[in-house]
């Protein structure tokens, strides 16, 4: 097995080891998929079915970070990864987070989600 | 395109040609279009002739398309984005021509050159191509060809994923052109927002060509982020610590990032679209709970980035020229790295502005109303960073000079231009109207292409041994800079007296002066263009007397121009041992900075192979076929694409061997030239006497 990042062979693993991480990280990606598809399909609240889903989204992507892509925070690169992955981490949550923002300001002026927050406001200053 | 498909054909029938139009009425309209498809089938026909008369089928297969090698990828890159740029300046005029011919009445049906719907699918391609096909190519090819070589490494980490991405990215220019002939393209501009572009408004194959082209070559550009990414994480020479890389590796390195992290939003919009249209989803529809704001919002997020990563390149290549051509060293550095990566990260956090109207509350759009008027802070820094590297300099005119010049006049009035529509409560008046258009052809043009065009001057002769004739240079730079003056400083004027963007009529004649003076200034824009192929042609006849053997015409400071010129395969005979920041120059500064390596190796390079090219046929073909519908080529192509991978991933491919011998044989050759030419001063630069080997003693920067 090479060493995370560099190309260098690490003598003391074995190539089986390797194929081992692979075959594990691929049967745990494979029971994520389908506890999601499962989850969509099953009776549960909506609310729930979205909870599970991103859930199993996130393990996914760490097992895909750790058993595919050799992620590892304790070798000799590990603080260039972490760093990768701090400045990933940073884009997706304003990705998001300013979708989240946005997209509930729009639902709410468009008086969707029930409650019409966006109309109480302009009611309540008509009535000083 | 008649109701039924067929399941051989799909959708396709005689119908779907320009002809068929042109049979039906003839007007200017049909003319046109009927016309633009010959040009399209007698270009290609020419172009096969052309090969085969000459004999050069072979030599371009074996020598560019089977190519894994990086220099070269990223000159095809470059001719590639070259033709686009032609059929896209070439569209420019014609929407220009036509605007000028139509001035309209309400009560009478639209006037003018195209029809409106033929105008609707000009603006759609012209502003699909330019930013995919023409800018995005540029800069990438020109990353391709500069970055391995100022990093001091042989090659990209991954050649033969990058000769993939090139092939993708043909593919999707492929589909655009094709559309020219089969078909119609969509009418939704480059952003194609939806609903309008849902089944229930455009059922036709337009959007859908528009659709494949972008996620085919969105992959591409995905794959090319990485590619550069680990290449300057990976593969900088021994002693190249980041903060002694060119500002041009800064400035790829934010691209990297930037394609990584921005492109995936793209492919993400595309595909919700794809899946609205193919499969029955509702992601943006009206009915059902689709959210077509969400469209806008995602597709946004790649927009936003996607701005930068054409800018950012070119910010590299006026570093770099600014520096070389007044003989002097960059002056903040550490100034420009640091502006070029909050710009990269800042970008990230702005792209509702382009869609401040759509309906939020102004608490958001303030937030990033101010988000994005901070990027003009970096930016900033960045054009008195260049002025200072100019002042008391030695500077040459040379034609990347005059693009350099032209972009700190013009740039400057198109971000500040920018920093106006940054204010939402502005954006209300002008937005959707010429002043935006005004606005982002004043930072693409005189930003993108003027930089890209520099950078194509100032490398060429690294490329292929001679330099361009700097006459013919500087007059299409010049041709450029007056063009974009005429075209669209009126559309700033038209913005403000209420001209909606994409209108394929209006009905005010104080509108008419300002239209003439824009067609005007499209004409020079393709005056521009046949002077710049002139400048290729002219330079290629003289190519003898404008030759560079020894590699450095400008005399830089920065590792590529240490090589011979044109560059050998293999780049480096020995990698180098980079000491310092602009290593060459420090080199020339010690004195003897041609002396050979002590000793030479065999060097491993990649070998040539058909992969991309497959790659490319078969995804071009998945695009075609999903167009039409016609699903058993789709599925074919898929599995071929999917098989084409697996076959590669299980062979052991061998490197070819270059052998030590010929390695030094050639590297001598070239110490001995170079031993053996007079040293030019900076004031023969322009000279015939300039064979690529400077005088060092000149060299202060
Ligand atoms: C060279 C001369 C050029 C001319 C004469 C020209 C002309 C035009 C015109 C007339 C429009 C339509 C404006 C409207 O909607 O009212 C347009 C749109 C556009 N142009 Fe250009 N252009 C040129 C170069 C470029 C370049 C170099 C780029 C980018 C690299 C570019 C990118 C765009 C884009 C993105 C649009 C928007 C398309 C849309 O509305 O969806 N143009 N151009
Ligand atoms: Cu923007």
Redesign the interface.
């Known amino acids: 097995m090479t060493r995370p ?1 560099t190309g260098e062979l690490q003598p003391e693993e074995a190539p089986g080891a390797e194929l081992k991480s692979y075959a594990v990280g691929l049967l745990v990606s494979f029971l994520l998929s389908a506890g999601a598809f499962a989850a969509a399909f099953s009776e549960l609240p909506t609310n729930w079915k979205v909870i599970i889903i991103c859930l199993a989204a996130l393990l996914q992507i760490m097992a895909h970070l750790r058993n595919f892509l050799h992620l590892n925070f304790s070798g000799g690169q590990s603080r ?1 990864d972490l760093l990768l992955v701090m ?2 981490v940073c ?1 997706l949550v ?2 998001a987070g ?2 989240w ?3 509930s ?3 709410g ?2 008086h969707q989600n029930g409650a019409d927050h ?1 109309m109480e406001r302009p009611a309540a200053s008509q009535g000083l | 395109m008649s109701g039924q498909s067929s399941p051989t054909f799909g959708n396709l029938d005689w119908e779907v040609t320009p002809y068929t139009d042109l049979l039906e009425h003839v007007n200017s309209s049909t003319i046109i279009g009927a016309g633009a498809a010959s040009v399209l089938v007698l270009g290609a026909f020419a172009g096969i002739a052309l090969l085969t008369y000459m004999r050069w089928w072979k030599p371009l297969f074996r020598d560019w398309l089977t190519s894994a090698d990086a220099k070269k990828i990223g000159i095809m890159y470059i001719a590639l984005a070259l033709v686009m740029m032609a059929r896209g300046i070439i569209e420019g005029l014609v929407m220009r021509a036509h605007q000028a011919t139509a001035l309209g009445a309400l009560d009478k049906a639209e006037t003018g050159l195209v029809a409106p719907d033929h105008f609707a699918q000009l603006f759609s391609t012209h502003g699909t191509i330019m930013i995919f096909f023409v800018a995005m190519p540029l800069l990438i090819g020109l990353i391709n060809f500069v970055l391995p070589q100022q990093l001091g490494a042989r090659d990209m980490a991954f050649p033969v994923l990058n000769q993939v991405s090139l092939g993708l990215t043909a593919a999707g220019a492929g589909l655009v052109m094709v559309s020219l002939l089969i078909g119609d393209f969509g009418t939704g501009g480059w952003t194609m927002y939806p609903p309008y572009t849902g089944l229930d408004y455009s059922p036709g194959e337009g959007v859908d060509y528009w659709l494949w082209a972008i996620l085919i070559s969105g992959v591409g550009s995905t794959l090319t982020g990485m590619n550069f990414a680990v290449t300057i994480f990976k593969s900088r020479a021994p002693g190249m610590h980041l903060m002694r890389m060119p500002l041009f590796c800064w400035t790829s390195l934010c691209v990297a990032i930037m394609l990584i992290y921005a492109m995936p939003a793209l492919t993400v919009s595309s595909a919700m679209l794809a899946l609205d249209r193919y499969a029955g989803f509702h992601f943006f529809t009206n009915a059902s709970g689709g959210n077509m704001m969400n469209y806008a919002n995602i597709f946004w997020m790649f927009g936003h980035p996607e701005v930068y990563i054409l800018i950012l390149p070119a910010f590299g290549v006026f570093s770099e020229i600014s520096s070389t051509y007044s003989g002097k060293r960059l002056y903040g550095y550490t100034s420009l790295v640091i502006a070029s990566m909050s710009i990269a990260v800042v970008s990230f956090m702005v792209w509702l502005h382009h869609f401040f109207t759509m309906g939020q509350s102004a608490g958001v759009n303030i937030a990033f109303g101010i988000a994005t008027m901070i990027i003009g802070i970096p930016t900033g820094v960045k054009i008195y960073d260049w002025m200072a590297t100019m002042w008391r300099g030695r500077v040459r005119i040379t034609a990347p000079v005059v693009y350099l010049v032209g972009f700190f006049l013009l740039f400057v009035i198109g971000g500040l231009s920018g920093i106006i529509l940054a204010n939402p409560s502005i954006d209300y008046q002008v937005h959707n109207t010429t002043f935006l258009v005004a606005h982002f052809h004043n930072v693409i043009i005189p930003g993108v292409l003027y930089g890209m065009l520099a950078g194509v001057h100032y490398w060429f002769p690294k490329a292929f041994g001679f330099r361009l004739d700097e006459s013919w240079g500087r007059r299409t730079a010049l041709l450029f800079v007056g063009g974009f003056i005429f075209t669209f400083m009126p559309l700033y004027v038209l913005g403000l007296m209420g001209l909606p963007r994409r209108s394929p009529t209006f009905q005010d004649p104080d509108f008419l002066p300002w239209m003439y003076i824009a067609s005007f200034g499209a004409v020079l824009m393709l005056a521009a263009l046949f002077c710049l192929l002139w400048t290729f042609w002219k330079s290629y006849r003289h190519r003898m007397s404008l030759s560079v053997p020894g590699g450095d015409p400008w005399n830089g400071s920065s590792l590529e121009w240490s090589t011979p010129a044109p560059v050998p395969e293999w780049t480096f005979a020995s990698i180098p041992k980079v000491q310092a920041r602009g290593d060459w120059g420090e080199t020339k500064r010690a004195g003897d900075p041609w002396r050979a390596p002590d000793s030479y190796a065999d060097i491993e390079m990649p070998a040539n192979t058909a992969h991309g090219l497959i790659i490319a046929g078969m995804a071009f073909a998945l695009g075609f076929a999903m167009v039409w519908h016609i699903w058993w080529l789709a599925a074919l192509s898929f599995f071929a694409i999917t098989a084409a991978l697996i076959w590669r991933g299980m062979r052991v491919i061998e490197p070819r061997i270059i052998p030590a011998r010929q390695v030094e044989e050639e590297d001598r050759r070239f110490r001995e030239y170079v031993a053996g030419a007079t040293p030019i001063t900076r004031a023969d630069e322009e000279s015939e006497r300039n064979r690529g080997v400077p005088d060092c003693s000149e060299f202060a920067g």
């Open positions: 990042n260039e400045f990933s884009l304003i990705m300013g979708t923002y946005i997209m300001d729009l639902s002026r468009m966006a």
